[in-house]
């Protein structure tokens, strides 16, 4: 059975003391929820108020990008070996916001994802399509390039412990959620993808999240397709009760 996981990806919102108001509130309310991994991705400089606040809660940390190198000569960057020291379990890597201004590609994601294995970190890998591709009928064809060459040359071990997140990018922050149905047929193609790279086995254990104005009224009907194990939450992930609904209704 894969566990449903759902990830607050704040982006570049909330100060320290924000990112720690969010926090405690949330960590109270979702105390009791075992059946569902909620994860929370502050900004880089709450990610150590952030790790004390949620220290003994079931509530884990991402950064939400990273680069592969462990130190060095990378003015502005943030290593794999920082991540873990101030606690975090999983890194996003790949967002289409990366890949769009800040020249993210499948090279330097498989780079990424291959580097937060190596420091047991587990990345939460986005894919997904810009609306002109789907208008053109390409959908599968770059959701496939995504898969197949950012995650390329990972063991069956690392593929176990990677997420990806299909996120349509014409759904983020849009408003425009994808259909249950058009979510389904490209979690189901990714799993056909994993089952052609690994096995079939392999495939049916990876999660697999949904991403794209995700709210609370419509993570339920999203989550009951059988391929979708859970959301990657943006603008929904900031207010708290939101937040909470969404995690209440991910399983
Ligand atoms: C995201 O940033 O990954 C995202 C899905 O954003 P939103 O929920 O705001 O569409």
Excluded at 9 to 33: F, G, P, R, Y
Excluded at 53 to 82: R, V
Excluded at 91 to 120: D, L, P, Q
Excluded at 217 to 231: H, K, M, S, V, Y
């Amino acid at each position: 059975m894969r566990k449903p996981i759902i990830a607050g990806n704040w982006k570049m919102n909330k100060t320290t003391s924000e990112a720690c108001e969010l926090v405690n509130a949330l960590k109270e309310k979702v105390a009791d929820i075992a059946d569902v991994e909620i994860v929370v991705a502050p900004p880089f400089t709450a990610l150590w108020s952030v790790s004390e606040a949620i220290k003994g809660s079931n509530i884990k940390l991402s950064a939400q990008d990273m680069h592969w190198e462990k130190s060095g000569a990378y003015t502005g960057e943030i290593s794999p070996l920082m991540l873990k020291d101030v606690g975090c379990e999983y890194v996003i890597i790949g967002h289409s916001e990366r890949r769009m201004y800040f020249a993210e590609t499948n090279e330097t994601v498989n780079k990424k994802v291959k580097a937060a294995h190596e420091y047991s970190i587990k990345p939460i890998v986005c894919v997904g399509e810009r609306l002109e591709e789907r208008e053109v009928g390409i959908t599968n064809d770059v959701v496939k390039d995504h898969v197949t060459n950012g995650l390329a040359g990972l063991t069956a071990e690392q593929m176990l412990a990677t997420i990806i997140a299909y996120e349509p990018v014409w759904a983020i922050g849009t408003g425009k959620t994808a259909t249950p149905e058009q979510a389904q047929e490209v979690h189901r193609f990714i799993r056909e993808i994993l089952a052609d790279m690994y096995s079939s086995e392999i495939a049916e254990q990876v999660r697999i999240q949904y991403g794209g104005s995700v709210k609370p009224d419509n993570i339920a009907q999203l989550i009951a397709e059988p391929d979708i194990d859970g959301g990657l939450i943006g603008g929904a992930s900031l207010d708290v009760e939101s937040f909470i609904k969404i995690v209440k209704l991910g399983k």
